[in-house]
């Protein structure tokens, strides 16, 4: 890796940190770097720190006399085989996708010709914000590549996405763009994964519909962990307000016969994993029309069966993914039910939780039960992103 240069641009946030270690990494395998340090980066870490780490000069000034005359920006930008950002905070971003050049950072990004890839950090609010995810999806579509946010806790006392990616996963990123092939041999890699997750919503007429509680938490981040480890994800949505996870295939959907058509184009997978609420019922007919009040009361709403999208997953016959994973919300006698669901709907696993235990719907934290054809595991209580890490480490395990 002696031959490889990458210009660093360290942005402003706690995470700025982080980037020792990283320059430090990629110094002892060869590979040279040159720091770019932005205003705000500057309050988080020293320009001496990265240039005794680098070996190397570092750059902050757009129109520095002597950093012009020495390289000119246009130079410094092309200087390096990848233009890595991190912490790619949300300004850095929002100037970056929309093209500007008010400092020496956005100005080298604007004019490098060379790959660009970004470690984004900040707050997890900032993170799902729609502005942060319109500019994300722009740079995307510029060509530019990510690595992270983690989810977890974060310097600012939350708990989410938001949180830079660790340095040795930046540096194996960094490593796997300059050998073209993955560094670390990613358990389900070649591996397609059928994730659904959220409720659905039944109209009833053009502006009443039938729902069921569901934040789709628990199933984009089991998503998420699953396309951290390889696999290429499809998610089935229903209505919810998440961010899409990085590099998962997400398909929007209301209905549960929308659910169903979604996830039957997705086939062929090896694993299919229904968290989604799915509402059971439906109205029979959806009224063209606002059903209005009048003089005989309540409408009575013929509700008509939905099909089960798990059960039907299980049984496609040669089509059918080799491992079937349902979840069963359960308010008593969890383990029963959960095992009466494995055998109803020809699954192969089912992931049971207790719906009575504050914070399991719409929070933050989960308490399973892993039931299957072998026996019966309790996983103690964890934050739904570490939960959804042991499932898809399971999977893994039974794919391989
Ligand atoms: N499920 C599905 N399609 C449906 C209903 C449920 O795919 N029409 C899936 C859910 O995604 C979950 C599992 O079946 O993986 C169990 O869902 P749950 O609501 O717990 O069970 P139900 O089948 O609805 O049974 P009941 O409401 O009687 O508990």
């Known amino acids: 890796m002696s031959d490889k240069r990458v210009l660093l641009i360290v942005g402003g946030g706690i995470a700025a940190y982080k980037c020792l270690e990283?320059?430090?990494?990629?110094?002892?395998?060869?590979?040279?770097?040159?720091?770019?340090?932005?205003?705000?980066?500057?309050?988080?870490?020293?320009p001496l720190s990265l240039a005794a780490l680098s070996e190397d000069r570092v750059y902050q000034e757009l129109f520095s006399l002597t950093d012009e005359a020495e390289m000119g920006h246009i130079q410094l930008s092309r200087s390096a085989d990848l233009v890595v950002v991190a912490p790619a905070t949300a300004d850095l971003m929002a100037r970056a996708a929309n093209g500007l050049a008010n400092d020496l950072a956005t100005t080298a990004l604007l004019a490098t010709d060379k790959p660009v890839l970004m470690a984004p950090a900040m707050n997890v609010r900032m993170w799902n914000h729609p502005a942060t995810q319109r500019n994300i999806a722009t740079l995307a579509g510029d060509g530019i590549s990510f690595v992270g946010p983690d989810e977890g806790a974060m310097a600012c006392g939350e708990f989410?996405?938001?949180?830079?990616?660790?340095?040795?996963?930046?540096?194996?990123?960094?490593?796997?763009?300059?050998?073209?092939?993955?560094?670390?041999?990613?358990?389900?890699?070649?591996?397609?994964?059928?994730?659904?997750?959220?409720?659905?919503?039944?109209?009833?007429?053009?502006?009443?519909?039938?729902?069921?509680?569901?934040?789709?938490?628990?199933?984009?981040?089991?998503?998420?962990?699953?396309?951290?480890?390889?696999?290429?994800?499809?998610?089935?949505?229903?209505?919810?307000?998440?961010?899409?996870p990085p590099g998962v295939h997400r398909i929007d959907v209301e209905t549960a016969i929308q659910m169903q058509a979604a996830c039957q184009a997705a086939l062929p997978t090896d694993v299919a994993i229904c968290v989604a609420a799915v509402a059971d019922w439906r109205p029979a007919e959806e009224g063209a029309l606002k059903i209005k009040k009048g003089p005989d009361g309540p409408p009575a709403i013929n509700l008509i069966e939905n099909p089960d999208i798990l059960a039907g997953l299980a049984a496609q016959g040669p089509n059918r993914p080799k491992l079937v994973i349902g979840f069963a919300a359960e308010t008593n006698d969890v383990e029963a039910h959960a095992r009466a669901k494995l055998t109803k709907k020809g699954c192969d696993w089912v992931i049971a939780n207790d719906v009575t235990q504050?914070?399991?719907?719409?929070?933050?934290?989960?308490?399973?039960?892993?039931?299957?054809?072998?026996?019966?595991?309790?996983?103690?209580?964890a934050p739904k992103s570490d939960v959804a890490k042991l499932i898809a480490n399971r999977i893994a395990k039974a794919l391989t």
């Open 358 to 381: 504050p914070g399991v719907m719409g929070g933050e934290a989960n308490t399973v039960l892993l039931v299957t054809h072998e026996g019966t595991e309790r996983w103690d209580k």
């Open 160 to 244: 989410g996405p938001g949180r830079m990616a660790e340095p040795a996963a930046i540096f194996v990123a960094i490593m796997e763009r300059f050998t073209q092939e993955p560094v670390l041999d990613l358990p389900l890699k070649g591996r397609r994964a059928l994730v659904t997750a959220g409720p659905t919503v039944e109209p009833i007429d053009p502006v009443r519909l039938i729902t069921n509680r569901s934040s789709g938490k628990q199933g984009f981040a089991i998503a998420q962990a699953l396309s951290a480890l390889g696999a290429e994800v499809t998610l089935v949505a229903g209505p919810v307000a998440l961010p899409t």
């Open 22 to 46: 990283l320059v430090r990494l990629l110094r002892k395998s060869g590979i040279a770097v040159r720091c770019i340090l932005t205003k705000g980066g500057e309050a988080f870490v020293t």
